[in-house]
């Protein structure tokens, strides 16, 4: 029986974050059942301006990903006091969790914006990992 993957995981390399993620996966039931795209920042590194080259490596192993392991969706976990957060909206920013929230939501919108220009029917989830562990849902 083959394996029917679903899903491609974008996250930042935090090491704070790591020890949660694939508790956090296999909670909803995606043990074994996607790719891992780890990359400084997430998503806010694939939608920024100050690592260009690093939005194509993405879309280079999102192509990968979908052609050979036919995943439907791409599952974002970005975080709290992400040092790119602090690069690209400040500290003060980034210490006030509802500036910090908002911010990641404009980034969430336009990394599905991006995305959906070249895979109109892939589908998204968007989470925000606090430092704690915690797990916040958000929508693009």
Not at 34 to 63: E, H, M, P, R
Not at 74 to 99: P, Q, T, W, Y
Request: glycine letters at 4%; aromatic letters at 10%.
């Amino acid at each position: 029986m083959s394996v029917k993957y679903e899903a491609m995981v974008v996250t930042c390399i935090d090491p704070r974050c790591q020890k949660f993620i694939p508790i956090f996966l296999k909670e909803k039931n995606l043990e074994d059942k996607y790719s891992l795209f780890s990359i400084a920042g997430g998503t806010l590194a694939v939608t920024g301006d100050s690592y260009k080259n690093w939005k194509q490596t993405f879309l280079d192993n999102l192509k990968i990903t979908i052609t050979n392991h036919k995943i439907h969706k791409i599952i974002v976990i970005n975080h709290r006091d992400c040092l790119m957060a602090k690069e690209m909206f400040g500290d003060d920013c980034v210490s006030n969790e509802e500036c910090e929230t908002n911010s990641h939501h404009r980034i969430n919108e336009l990394f599905q914006n991006q995305i959906s220009k070249i895979y109109p029917d892939i589908k998204f989830e968007y989470y925000l990992l606090s430092i704690d562990g915690k797990f916040l849902n958000m929508k693009a």
